[in-house]
């Protein structure tokens, strides 16, 4: 438990931080009747975090002054309407993080070691899509983002390190309602996710992890694979759901309605509703960020038919995503696994449409056709996870 | 009906969440059990989700 080494979550320090943080607000809203702006008491309060407890506070404070410049610059200066210019020099960070982390440890010079330590920031990759995001949404609009609002935005202490991630607008409003939603309703709100998240995270998926996860006798056998497979998927699931509900329950606790992350994902029945229900976040800012864009570009070139182009973008959008997990071969078959479901799907349902009946299940009972559904989607999500975990290469 | 069920939910998530501190962090259950036994290193799961 020092300073200047405690990332959201891992430690007591963070929940006494976060745990003054609303005991200031709200003192703050009664004591003196709100009197500081509830926007300058956020971003007082998330510099202290980061001045204080983040692990690389000038290495974040330099990332959140490039994003902010870049946006603002690309703003003001770049008219056109094609995307690709701004992703690049938005996601350059990113770009140079992964690069360098692939170069292998005996090529590293003094001068690598240190360019990978001025990239390598933890949180990075979740502040460029809120950064994406908010270029995109909001390059239109007449009026100019404060520094203030950017910075409550990308550096909002419970979303930093892996999200949810969150739309400005949205989380612009709740800063704009202020003090009036800290209220009974809110804090309510965030105690059931905070109840929740700890449950999730600090019991079961540490138990899942300290009693079977590491006790798994890797013997090559194919039991094993099985075991490791489902044992990481339920760990994975219960340690970043139970992530994303603290997140949740902290913003309730300052008045900040952060969207859900994880619903039931191990019932949806197929691809499309599993990225609903999985990191939906992600998947919703993959889907408006560059599904949509990719296929708006193909269908503006007209290129072959309407399925075609949906599924080259589900593909590269999936790939995409295996790629930012990182440049490594596991992450990037993952993503390309989780693409072709998406694609096998998409054109499932083509073929339904076109035929008009069930292609592959005919006239089963539709409750029996939903358990078969349930069952192959856990089975598929189990499979690409694995990957995922890099265990098998 | 809907009540109870949230009433029997939060039961059991209170209950889980008390006994799950109690057995994991307060008492070391390995030890209690195999009192002899060697603590064993065990190998960290290091990727858990995307840090950077």
Not at chain 1, 31 to 36: A, D, E, I
Request: glycine fraction near 6%; proline fraction near 3%; include cysteine.
């Amino acid at each position: 438990m020092t300073l200047h080494d405690t990332l959201p979550f891992t430690s007591v320090l963070f929940f006494q931080y976060l745990l003054s943080c609303i005991a200031l607000a709200l003192g703050i809203k009664f004591v003196f009747k709100g009197k500081l702006s509830f926007k300058f008491a956020l971003a007082f309060l998330t510099l202290a975090y980061i001045g204080l407890l983040f692990t690389k506070p000038l290495h974040l404070v330099g990332l959140i002054l490039y994003l902010y410049t870049a946006s603002l610059s690309l703003r003001k200066f770049y008219k056109s309407d094609n995307l690709i210019l701004p992703m690049l020099v938005l996601s350059l960070p990113i770009f140079l993080m992964k690069t360098l982390s692939i170069i292998p440890s005996t090529t590293e010079s003094t001068l690598l070691i240190s360019a990978k330590d001025i990239v390598q920031i933890a949180g990075l990759s979740y502040m460029v899509f809120k950064v994406i995001s908010l270029y995109i949404d909001e390059r239109r609009s007449k009026s100019i983002i404060s520094f203030i609002d950017f910075f409550n935005y990308t550096a909002f202490a419970p979303t930093l390190l892996i999200g949810p991630l969150d739309r400005f607008k949205r989380f612009n409003t709740d800063v704009e309602n202020g003090y009036a939603n800290m209220n009974l309703k809110m804090i309510g709100k965030g105690w059931n996710n905070l109840i929740l998240g700890l449950l999730y995270k600090f019991i079961i998926a540490e138990a899942i992890r300290r009693y079977v996860l590491v006790n798994l006798v890797d013997d090559g056998s194919l039991l094993y694979h099985l075991s490791y497979m489902y044992t990481y998927l339920l760990y994975l699931f219960f340690d970043f759901a139970g992530y994303s509900l603290l997140a949740i329950s902290f913003g309730n606790f300052l008045g900040i309605n952060i969207p859900i992350n994880f619903d039931k994902p191990f019932l949806a029945v197929n691809p499309k509703e599993f990225w609903k229900k999985w990191h939906k976040t992600l998947g919703d800012w993959l889907n408006d960020y560059f599904f949509k864009p990719i296929f708006k570009f193909l269908t503006s070139k007209k290129y072959k038919t309407s399925i075609t182009r949906q599924n080259i973008a589900l593909m590269l959008t999936f790939t995409l995503m295996g790629f930012w997990n990182g440049f490594q071969l596991h992450y990037i078959v993952s993503g390309m696994l989780f693409g072709l479901y998406s694609v096998i799907h998409n054109y499932y349902v083509y073929k339904c449409k076109r035929t008009k009946k069930d292609v592959v299940f005919g006239n089963m009972n539709p409750k029996m056709v939903r358990i078969i559904s349930i069952f192959l989607m856990f089975n598929s999500v189990a499979f690409a996870i694995y990957i995922f975990s890099g265990k098998l290469f | 009906m809907g009540t109870t069920k949230k009433i029997i939910q939060n039961t059991l998530i209170y209950f889980l969440l008390i006994i799950g501190y109690v057995y994991l962090y307060v008492i070391n259950i390995n030890t209690v059990l195999n009192p002899s036994q060697e603590e064993v290193v065990k190998s960290k799961i290091d990727f858990v989700y995307q840090q950077f």
